[in-house]
């Protein structure tokens, strides 16, 4: 691959819902750039893309993919991300090294949640230029104006085609060029060729008419072209091929393109259309970092000239070859065998093997200037999110914004003696997608992991089994709840042993009573007089916090009660710390017992997108999760539900809101506050805590 100045380089994420047809049509380009000699199919799992065995064992993507391609004196690197919603912070992690994101929508399914969610990451999150590719026009239902209308209903009236298709469905070759007013016809060989001839009748009519307002839309992104426009009621053919590229990059014009990948039809006019028009990596004009270790902004340009700023993206361990991460580079230039610092974790790295990458085909790259993106071998420090830098010119690039994980297991060895191996093959996964996240809870005495769905974390488990040859069962983790009082209650407790040597002699009083939510334990002494001497306080507060820790009728941790250690006796032998821990801790459980307990439960925040069409459904089940729904709001075609459903009920919410969906909804979820459990759910905690005790002493 030759090397390519800043200008040149145009990166974009191919991106949108599942199944709309990002690979087949990644195949194409490649097909056409001769990177590959003939388009490869998901059936026989042998695209550019999807080369990993899960991926071919699906049917579908799960990592994101970096291929290189050249067309037309440009390089294009193109990011084709998985669709479905499991993965989408792939979807993230491609967009922030984008220029811009080229949307794939179905010509049949049209805007979906999966297309929402790019559009949302790349307005809010990234703020880039967006196109619109209508795929799957080959398709018997084919529809693109009501796909055209959903889009321009939902994202603006700058979405606006350029290309419209003139016989789609079965048999679909043949393209209306709004931009030069002519018609494509494309061959079914799938050679991606056409032909090109004058439009006639009713086409050429509708085409002079779109071109008129393309125009418009146009001159509109630009003062000065709007003015020319209005002195000479046109634009000439350079003004207009400036203007086209401004109106993307400042994004007065979202263009919409139609394709069949799966034939290679419109897809080398589309190529054409990018290649001249597009944003390139030259138009970030400016680069915003910060100095390290404050707040400082530092300014840089997309030059070589710089000093050098990258940023790893993505970090993957590939099959056969090593840990690779992925980097754009955004000023300077990285060379091959060069040392580069990673102002994150504040050491150097050596660049030892740098690459052009294209799905698993690895090109020797000796230099990777501004605007390129590349990878390097097995760096010992790096990982995705990281910044590198010189190290007389330390600064650090914006991070990912990574979604929250919804969904969470609890997961146990199969056998024993696999500890170690887990930790390690749980850190490289998280170091590798940080969607995915596990703790090991103190409270719950479980390891927990999360991500975006089972999909997620099923592929993970299946990572981790392969690599390091480990079988984990995952199952419901146990919820935190919480154990607090209702009334205030007293207690005395006397602790009293003696086996032939020193005894032990403690006796506490003590009085509880509740607080408000949040308030948490409270721990007071009123002792008066010297019938307990105040070095045994400490003890006493001891004893209660073990057993706010423990939990006392359902084994959870106690929160937001007042105690007050009042009175008490010792002994002047037989008084000791652990005896007054002893009477302190029984004294607690007693007045704790006799205060009318309950126990808490955890709430979480939701907020649901479905379409219209399933509101009820999903409306009905959250309210079988004993959830209360708070508010909705229309976004487009789809409902927006915000709710608080019980985490005890939201274990297996992220499989069955697919399930009602088919795959076109998606919620997140964070932590909200604690509240009253009712009484008969509590009533069955309590039961199996009680048995599973039981048990266990049983067994003793």
């Not at 840089?300 to 361990?317: D, G, Q, R």
């Not at 919804?406 to 170690?420: T, V």
């Not at 003890?539 to 929160?559: M, Q």
Request: proline share 4%.
């Amino acid at each position: 691959m030759k090397s390519y100045q800043t200008e040149n380089i145009i990166n974009f994420s191919l991106c949108g819902h599942s199944a709309t047809g990002k690979t087949t049509l990644a195949e194409a380009m490649a097909f056409n750039t001769k990177l590959i000699n003939r388009i490869g199919t998901i059936d026989d799992g042998n695209t550019l893309s999807d080369y990993h065995d899960d991926e071919i064992a699906r049917q579908h993507s799960i990592f994101s993919t970096l291929i290189s391609l050249e067309w037309d004196e440009k390089k294009f690197n193109m990011i084709d991300v998985p669709g479905y919603l499991d993965f989408q912070g792939e979807v993230k992690s491609s967009l922030r090294v984008a220029d811009f994101a080229a949307v794939v929508v179905s010509a049949t399914g049209g805007i979906e949640v999966g297309t929402e969610l790019a559009w949302d990451f790349t307005e809010k999150d990234y703020s880039i230029p967006k196109m619109l590719i209508v795929n799957l026009l080959d398709r018997d239902n084919a529809n693109f104006d009501n796909v055209l209308a959903q889009a321009q209903s939902r994202f603006g009236n700058k979405v606006f085609p350029i290309q419209i298709p003139i016989n789609p469905g079965e048999g679909f070759n043949k393209i209306a060029d709004i931009l030069r007013k002519e018609q494509y016809t494309f061959k079914t060989d799938g050679s991606g060729d056409y032909t090109e001839g004058a439009l006639e009748g009713d086409w050429a009519d509708k085409c002079e008419s779109l071109h008129g307002e393309l125009i418009e839309l146009i001159a509109e992104s630009d003062d000065k072209l709007l003015e020319i426009y209005f002195d000479q009621g046109e634009l000439s053919e350079e003004q207009l091929r400036n203007g086209i590229h401004n109106a993307i990059t400042t994004g007065g014009l979202i263009p919409v393109f139609c394709v069949s990948g799966k034939n290679n039809i419109g897809v080398k006019r589309m190529m054409d259309l990018i290649a001249k028009y597009a944003p390139n990596a030259s138009d970030v004009k400016e680069i915003v970092a910060t100095k390290s270790g404050t707040d400082d902004e530092i300014k840089l340009k997309t030059s070589i000239s710089e000093p050098t700023t990258a940023f790893v993206f993505k970090t993957a361990v590939e099959p056969h070859v090593g840990e690779l991460s992925y980097f754009r580079v955004y000023s300077g230039s990285i060379k091959s065998g060069s040392d580069i610092f990673n102002v994150d974790k504040n050491s150097s790295e050596k660049m030892r093997q740098i690459y052009f990458m294209s799905g698993n085909k690895r090109t020797d790259a000796n230099e990777i200037v501004a605007g390129d993106i590349g990878a390097a071998l097995k760096l010992k420090n790096t990982h995705t999110g990281d910044s590198f830098a010189t190290s007389k010119n330390q600064v650090t690039l914006a991070g990912i914004k990574f979604p929250n994980p919804n969904i969470r297991f609890a997961i146990l060895p199969k056998s024993k003696g696999d500890e170690d191996k887990i930790s390690e093959g749980l850190s490289m996964l998280h170091e590798e997608d940080p969607t995915f996240n596990y703790i090991v809870d103190p409270e719950l005495k479980q390891t927990i992991i999360s991500g975006q769905g089972e999909l997620h974390l099923d592929v993970l488990m299946k990572r981790l089994k392969a690599k390091f040859n480990v079988e984990l069962e995952m199952i419901a983790p146990k919820i935190p709840y919480r154990e607090t009082i209702t009334a205030p209650s007293s207690a005395k407790y006397r602790h009293k042993k003696q086996s032939g040597g020193a005894g032990q002699f403690a006796e506490v009083w003590m009085k509880i009573e509740p607080r408000q939510r949040g308030e948490g334990i409270e721990f007071t002494e009123s002792l008066v007089g010297q019938n307990v001497d105040r070095v045994f306080v400490p003890s006493v507060e001891k004893g209660v916090t073990t057993a706010c820790t423990d939990g006392i009728i359902a084994g959870c941790r106690v929160v937001d009660i007042k105690i007050d250690f009042y009175d008490g006796k010792m002994h002047p032998v037989d008084s000791k710390d652990i005896a007054f821990q002893m009477a302190g801790k029984q004294a607690f459980m007693d007045a704790f017992k006799n205060a009318r307990p309950k126990l808490l439960e955890p709430i979480y925040k939701i907020q649901v997108k479905v379409p219209d069409e399933i509101m009820g459904d999903v409306m009905g089940d959250i309210s079988q999760r004993r959830g209360k729904v708070g508010g909705m709001d229309a976004d487009g075609h789809f409902q927006i539900i915000n709710a608080e459903v019980p985490l005890a009920n939201l274990n297996d919410y992220s499989t069955a809101i697919r399930s009602m969906s088919q795959g076109r909804g998606m919620f997140t979820m964070e932590f909200s506050h604690y509240e009253d459990m009712p009484h008969v759910e509590a009533g069955k905690v309590i039961s199996a805590y009680q048995k599973e005790r039981q048990g266990g002493q049983g067994e003793e």
